[in-house]
């Protein structure tokens, strides 16, 4: 030994940082699908996906287009930790069923092959969630969520319904970003389907 003193370097401290979650909210559209994601540290982030068809589209353009555009939103959701989708509405007799059908078990596929917690929830639970009422208009629905979320960027109704997704994934993750709701909005989450 040279007399020189050995000090161990001292055992560092484990600290646990609290694991920050990602919340998205999707309210699928052929023409304009509102994207809405929710940071636990408090960012939000919205936005609207457009897609443009024509009547003259042929069977293969009609589905480039749905593959495209369902490529755009499974990379838009799958940084999160759970996706709340919108349902299906069974009784909408106007646009694109079943193209808009397809557009909806794509993305479902796609964020399923992700592995993603994914929720399903129907158009009059978001209603419901945001406005207490699940026979709300999306006016309606667009009015509260700029009201209640103040920071949220919504600019459309898409935007918000998308929004009102990710705060009911939230929620069901027991991360809530409001404070309180009122019940008649909180029975909304009887409708959850995962």
Known sequence: MS???????????IVQVPIRRRYVGLDLSLTATGIAIIDEDGTYTT????????????????GVRLHNLTA??????CTA????IEAPAYGQTTGSHHDR????WLVVDALQDEDLELIEITPQAVKKYATGKGNAGKDAVLASVI????????ES??????FVLAAIAARLDGRPIEESLPQPHLDALKAVNR
């Open 47 to 62: 936005r609207t996906l457009p897609s443009k068809g024509t009547k003259a589209a042929t069977l293969r353009d009609r």
């Open 147 to 154: 009201r209640r979320y103040d920071a949220a960027p919504v």
């Open 3 to 13: 007399g020189i003193p050995i000090f161990a370097d001292p055992v560092p401290e």
């Open 72 to 77: 755009d939103i499974v990379i838009a959701a």
């Open 81 to 84: 930790d759970i996706v709340c």
């Open 157 to 162: 109704n898409d935007e918000a319904d998308a």
């Open 101 to 104: 059908s397809g557009l909806w």
